[in-house]
């Protein structure tokens, strides 16, 4: 499995947002490969909303979330925002359960 993802970095009212999609991959965002990310000027956030596959029915996505110091967090409402308007361009869809 390749190492390289497609990825967009947004800016979430303030926030440096990296919205990364893992959809069809089995591997995760490790805290040193965010590390690493946060090292480089080019691809520096606050944080990263790596969009999974759902785990849930009824859901479209899971969502990870991890600081710039590899860190998971809980939350991120302006990295979700980010993530939606990345799935709208994407679908077309006007709401999305996470």
């Known amino acids: 499995m390749s190492n390289r993802v497609e990825f967009a970095k947004m800016n979430g009212l303030g926030n440096k947002i990296l919205v990364i999609d893992m959809r069809g991959r089995k591997d995760m965002v490790t805290p040193d490969a965010a590390i ?3 090292g480089d000027a080019d ?4 944080q990263i909303m790596a969009i999974h596959d759902p785990r849930l ?3 479209d996505a899971y969502i990870d979330i991890l600081n710039c110091d590899g860190t998971k967090a809980q ?3 302006n990295g979700t ?4 308007q990345a799935l709208a361009a994407e679908t077309g869809k006007k709401a ?3």
């Open 43 to 46: 691809t520096a956030f606050d």
């Open 57 to 59: 029915n009824g859901t």
């Open 36 to 38: 690493a990310l946060n």
């Open 81 to 84: 925002r980010c993530v939606v």
């Open 75 to 77: 939350a991120c409402g």
């Open 96 to 98: 999305f359960t996470f």
